[in-house]
T-cell receptor, first 114, second 116 residues
Framework: KAGVTQTPRYLIKTRGQQVTLSCSPISGHRSVSWYQQTPGQGLQFLFEYFSETQRNKGNFPGRFSGRQFSNSRSEMNVSTLELGDSALYLC?????????????FGQGTRLTVV | AQSVSQHNHHVILSEAASLELGCNYSYGGTVNLFWYVQYPGQHLQLLLKYFSGDPLVKGIKGFEAEFIKSKFSFNLRKPSVQWSDTAEYFCAVNPPLGGATNKLIFGTGTLLAVQP
């Protein structure tokens, strides 16, 4: 079956702009999480959505937001971009039908802020 | 602060050498534990996972890990590495949040280079 699909794969934006990233989870998966990966900070949890509701949120400023649609697809938005937002943004999906589930990751969106 | 620690940031081995990567976490209660691998240019892939039961878990490509609850550790091992194991390895914890969650806390990663 198809894996987690993230679009676009690469993005270049200028400071002050906003950006929207998209994630389509594996069919049947209802939980979507987002992570930021940078060389300095590693992989950091942004937020998690399940059935269109945000269940958990990481320690990021309010400029980072997300949502999930009824078909489980998710988007994350970053407003007023800063140079430090340059990173690989990863999306992960899981069934989350019980406590013991595993997350499957997409290939990520590489965001460069100039 | 609660965290996941990987002690080795960069490891260089020759082919056929044995590998052990350390991982410690500081969460109390029941946690789920994972090792992920990221090959150059590829997405994160699950190597193995521990939810409960036998503390010695076997994963793909000959990797295994041992959960030692008293030491809050989940070290990754492979008896004989290959050049194709060159990748970055991440330990991750599903922290106890009182319910099902997809939230993962990752270690800083270990970059493994295997020399032919």
């Amino acid at each position: 079956k198809a894996g987690v699909t993230q679009t676009p794969r690469y993005l270049i934006k200028t400071r002050g702009q906003q950006v929207t990233l998209s994630c389509s989870p594996i069919s049947g998966h209802r939980s979507v999480s987002w992570y930021q990966q940078t060389p300095g900070q590693g992989l950091q949890f942004l937020f998690e959505y399940f059935s269109e509701t945000q269940r958990n949120k990481g320690n990021f400023p309010g400029r980072f937001s997300g949502r999930q649609f009824s078909n489980s697809r998710s988007e994350m938005n970053v407003s007023t971009l800063e140079l430090g937002d340059s990173a690989l943004y990863l999306c992960a999906s899981s069934r989350l039908s019980d406590l013991n589930t595993e997350a499957f990751f997409g290939q990520g969106t590489r965001l460069t802020v100039v | 602060a609660q965290s996941v620690s990987q002690h080795n940031h960069h490891v260089i081995l020759s082919e056929a050498a044995s590998l052990e990567l350390g991982c410690n976490y500081s969460y109390g209660g029941t946690v789920n534990l994972f090792w992920y691998v990221q090959y150059p240019g590829q997405h994160l892939q699950l190597l193995l996972k521990y939810f409960s039961g036998d503390p010695l878990v076997k994963g793909i490509k000959g990797f295994e890990a041992e959960f030692i609850k008293s030491k809050f550790s989940f070290n990754l091992r492979k008896p004989s590495v290959q050049w194709s194991d060159t990748a970055e390895y991440f330990c991750a914890v599903n922290p106890p949040l009182g319910g099902a969650t997809n939230k993962l806390i990752f270690g800083t990663g270990t970059l493994l280079a295997v020399q032919p």
